[in-house]
């Protein structure tokens, strides 16, 4: 059991002390350690940064792993280079504005940065009720939230327990974070930016005797680093992995146990939607017609006039790139379907003949570079793709490989329902004979939450429902994708590992591309009537 255990430290508002905290925190880890991360909740940077230079230079050493929120304040933000998520010196990370972070050792936390919002308008120091949805939408899904991670206070966290000295959550406190703990049911619940600890009493999260027992909550607010009334900024505990606990111990209850402090009447609920519609362009780069002769980009209205200008431009290749639709260099006789914003297209060496690729028209690098436009329309090719293998009684799996790689590709291979019942073995295998660190992530997590642009990786989603994650640090086998799908209990076909070994001629690609496209046609969202 001992090494399901983490020790963590947590940290209130550092507000730039950094070499008070971390001297204590390198004090507390010799002593007791060693800890696996040291978790800071509230406002990392303050008004004077100037201890910061040192560790941002490396010439100061951050003793443990520290993962930090973002801003509760605008005149914080200029403190962040990337405020989607970044490593702002060696083991300092800052996690972004909101996601689950997945450990490797199956602990599960869930983040939020910054405080409730005044109005609909969002800043890099708030959030939105769409921020709260994203989270409850991802969280549930896997519901074994260990910890979560917010600067503001729940306002109805002190019902049924003493109220804290110094401050009053009811009205500075957001009842959007009161839904998110009261939907996330967490077993600790850490927050910052009130200046004071307040470690409440344990609460529990079912209803007695009408339903089933379930795991308590601990919320603990704690105060600023260095405070001079001496109240504690600095909080040591540890923690076995939910997914790892015996259930008969993880729902037993301690003797003073309080009732929920959240309930339906208390918690923020979902503003009213305005009715305006949605005007975003299609796309005009690439003319199905120009090359095919067919009536299959008939449905497309526009064609880049005023209705057809995307939310934000796209970044610019470095060079010539071989996917973007609008390069001289993409072979176009490999395109099956085209979008308004994404592509499916033939893969050049497919693995098996149905290999295909989803692509942003323009360029983004990864996942995470995207816009939501692109993202929404790129599901929607999933949903066909996954709804036209289906009929021939296959499975697909997607992955993408953000390393050494220039232009995002979502790689597509069908395989038999069969070999999907063996793809998670097969991957676990496959990654620990290389040494490679492959996480489980959330079913219904978003990739952007979990790896800021920039970030190299490996993803992969599995017919059977699981995402797997991998960071890459150096060396990452480029074919390790295909070594997988390729090795015997899937498709058997290790011959066809190197996509190079696998060439057919312009006039071969081009007939099984027609093919495609024909298995594709019922499925094609693209060829749907806009009226």
């Known amino acids: 059991m001992s090494e399901k255990i983490e020790k963590i430290l947590v940290s209130g508002d550092v507000d730039g002390n950094f070499n008070q905290l971390f001297k204590r925190v390198a004090n507390v880890n010799s002593k007791n350690g060693p800890f696996s991360m040291l978790l800071c909740v509230g406002n990392f940077f303050g008004q004077d940064n100037s201890q910061w230079l040192p560790y941002k230079r490396g010439e100061a050493k951050v003793p443990v792993p520290t993962y930090i929120l973002g801003p509760s304040s605008e005149d914080r933000a200029s403190n962040y280079p990337d405020m989607k998520g970044c490593e702002l010196c060696e083991n300092v990370i800052y996690l972004g504005p909101n996601g689950i972070?997945?450990?490797?050792?199956?602990?599960?936390m869930v983040y939020l940065s910054g405080k409730e919002a005044a109005g609909h308008a969002k800043s890099a120091s708030t959030f939105t009720f769409d921020d709260i949805s994203s989270l409850e939408t991802q969280a549930t899904a896997k519901p074994a939230i260990d910890i979560l991670l917010t600067s503001q206070w729940p306002n109805a966290v002190c019902n049924y327990a003493k109220k804290p000295e110094g401050c009053d959550p009811q009205s500075s406190g957001s009842s959007m974070i009161s839904r998110l703990a009261f939907k996330l049911r967490p077993r600790y619940h850490f927050c910052g930016t009130e200046g004071t600890y307040y470690e409440r009493l344990p609460y529990r999260n079912h209803k007695v005797l009408l339903e089933p027992p379930r795991h308590v909550t601990r919320f603990i607010g704690l105060a600023k680093v260095g405070n001079p009334e001496k109240q504690k900024w600095l909080y040591a505990f540890n923690i076995t992995p939910m997914s790892k606990c015996e259930p008969t111990e993880l729902v037993k209850q301690p003797p003073d146990v309080t009732e929920c402090p959240f309930s339906d009447s208390n918690i923020a609920w979902p503003p009213k939607q305005s009715s305006?519609?949605?005007?975003?362009?299609?796309?005009f780069f690439y003319d199905m017609d120009a090359k095919t002769g067919d009536d299959r980009g008939q449905k497309r209205k526009g064609g880049g006039g005023e209705g057809g200008e995307r939310k934000r431009l796209p970044p610019k290749p470095t060079g010539p790139c071989w996917f973007c639709l609008a390069s001289p260099e993409v072979e176009k006789h490999l395109v099956?379907?085209?979008?308004?914003?994404t592509y499916l297209a033939l893969a050049k060496g497919g693995l098996v003949s149905e290999h295909l690729l989803i692509l942003p028209i323009t360029h983004f690098q990864s996942t995470p570079d995207l816009d939501d436009d692109c993202l929404q329309e790129i599901e929607k090719f999933k949903r066909a793709l996954k709804a036209m293998f289906k009929k021939k009684g296959k499975r697909a799996v997607f992955f993408e490989r953000n390393y050494r790689s220039q232009h995002l590709q979502i790689q597509v291979v069908p395989v038999s329902d069969e070999a999907a019942l063996h793809l998670m073995e097969t991957f676990t295998n496959t990654a620990e004979s290389s040494s490679i660190e492959l996480d489980e992530i959330p079913k219904l997590s978003n990739i952007s939450q979990i790896a800021p642009p920039g970030t190299p990786y490996f993803y992969a989603e599995l017919p059977t429902g699981e995402k797997l994650f991998h960071r890459v640090k150096k060396n990452f086998p480029l074919q390790f994708g295909r070594e997988v799908l390729a090795s015997p209990p899937?498709?058997?076909v290790t011959e066809r590992i190197d996509w190079r070994e696998c060439k057919m001629s312009k006039e071969e690609e081009t007939d099984l591309r027609d093919r495609i496209r024909e298995d594709f046609r019922p499925y094609d969202f693209t060829l749907e009537d806009d009226d």
């Open 101 to 108: 972070y997945p450990s490797s050792s199956g602990l599960k």
């Open 336 to 341: 099956v379907s085209v979008g308004d914003y």
């Open 276 to 283: 305006g519609k949605n005007t975003g362009g299609v796309q």
């Open 490 to 492: 899937i498709l058997n």
